[in-house]
């Protein structure tokens, strides 16, 4: 772990940007409330921002329910200037996901694999379900309890990235919750967890039903219509809970190119590297062992040629031989 100090002497004096992935999660907006609470401890003054949209409904309902500001790289474009300070938190910069704001990357906290290497003055990266937990222990380490608000956040976060404690757990995501649930609100938590699911996202799910096709042990689906991110995850997530499949692939066509979503409950197949080989040349991704993301952007979908669901089915089956193999 990282001296938290060292992060707070470079922002101390200047208003910092806490920038998440381009769609935040629960995680991502859990860990950049956080980092805004315990910053705001030691007298630093910060925005949240993002590029994309809020398109999780999971999302949507946590900023309402701890009152969490998020402003929109469109709304700050005009304002940003190239020495602002900016703490890319749940993502790293060149990782696909995160646009390159103007301003100064002084710092990265993040739970993903690092699949290009960029320097920062402050850097923590470390392998954990939740970046949220990172969070959580550096108020931890430093003795200063969260607010109510900010410790049902972290925990939300932990337990939806887990996908609740079932995916990609560690040590330290068991201990934080065990120091983050007695700080937190549980009525909170149960309003937060229910009725996460849209009578809209129905459709999706039918063509995700309608579309599969299993490939030994792997599922492959195509949604023709475009989809939130965290809808394509959340379908990516559903396949694998059929008991036939170990990987699932889901791939939705929208405006902007094609989205991919992979995961994995096999050992010996990285989400994030199956993906990434699949789409080398084409497009982009990467991610965690169980679970990752990647996409084909529109410019790069004439290398797909003709039938492109068939190009990227091929592309995934050799790339899960390749590291399977391996």
């Not at 049902?152 to 996908?163: K, N």
């Not at 063509?207 to 030994?216: K, P």
């Amino acid at each position: 772990m990282e001296d938290f100090n060292r992060l707070v002497k470079l922002c101390q004096g200047k208003n910092v940007y806490i920038q998440t992935h381009n769609f935040p999660d629960p995680d991502a907006i859990a860990s950049a409330f956080g980092l805004q609470r315990l910053l705001a401890h030691f007298g630093v003054t910060s925005t949240l921002c993002y590029a994309g949209r809020i398109d999780k409904l999971s999302s949507s309902k946590m900023l309402t329910a701890f009152g969490i500001q998020m402003v929109s790289y469109e709304e700050l474009r005009e304002h940003m200037q190239e020495q602002d300070p900016i703490i890319c938190v749940d993502s790293q910069k060149n990782s696909g996901n995160i646009t390159d704001f103007v301003g100064d990357e002084i710092a990265c906290i993040d739970h993903h694999p690092t699949f290009v290497q960029t320097e920062y003055l402050y850097r923590d990266v470390r392998i954990t379900g939740a970046c949220a937990s990172l969070i959580a222990q550096y108020f931890q380490r430093l003795g200063m309890a969260p607010d109510v608000n900010a410790a049902t956040a972290l925990l939300y976060g932990i337990r939806m990235d887990t996908l609740q404690f079932s995916r990609g757990v560690t040590s330290l995501d068991i201990e934080m919750f065990s120091y983050l649930f007695p700080l937190s609100d549980t009525q909170k938590m149960l309003e937060l967890e229910r009725n996460n699911i849209e009578l809209t996202d129905l459709r999706a799910y039918s063509e995700a039903i309608n579309t599969i096709t299993l490939y030994d042990t792997m599922g492959f689906a195509s949604i023709p219509f475009p989809c939130p991110d965290g809808l394509i995850a959340a379908l990516s997530d559903f396949l694998l809970s059929l008991e036939e499949v170990l990987v699932s692939v889901v791939l939705c066509h929208r405006g902007d190119g094609i989205k991919l979503s992979v995961r994995s409950e096999v050992p010996q197949v990285h989400a994030g590297y199956l993906i990434r080989d699949a789409l080398t040349g084409i497009g982009d991704g990467g991610g965690h062992q169980e679970m990752a993301g990647g996409m084909v952007r529109r410019e790069q979908e004439v290398l797909l040629g003709q039938y492109p669901d068939d190009i990227l089915r091929d592309r995934f089956l050799r790339a899960l031989e390749k590291n399977t193999c391996e």
